[in-house]
């Protein structure tokens, strides 16, 4: 995982197998206090984009170019 950050916006790459789900992840973050008092925190800090719903943090993004790619 990696973050990146400019301003108030931050930008997160995860590098994850085929059996990630972000369900899975979400559950998980609920039951983890630590991740929790992490989130309440950084709640003071970030701002939500104005496509995002209420409460959401994290947008997907469209990747729209990889130098890597080979197709």
């Known amino acids: 995982m990696e973050i990146y950050r400019l301003g108030t916006r931050l930008f997160m790459i995860m590098e994850v197998n085929d059996d990630f789900s972000f369900e899975r992840k979400a559950a998980m973050d609920q039951n983890n206090s630590k991740v929790q008092q992490w989130e309440e925190l950084m709640w003071k800090y970030q701002q ?24």
């Open 48 to 71: 939500p984009l104005e496509e995002a719903t209420r409460g959401e943090k994290w947008m997907l993004l469209d990747k729209i170019f990889d130098l890597n790619d080979t197709k």
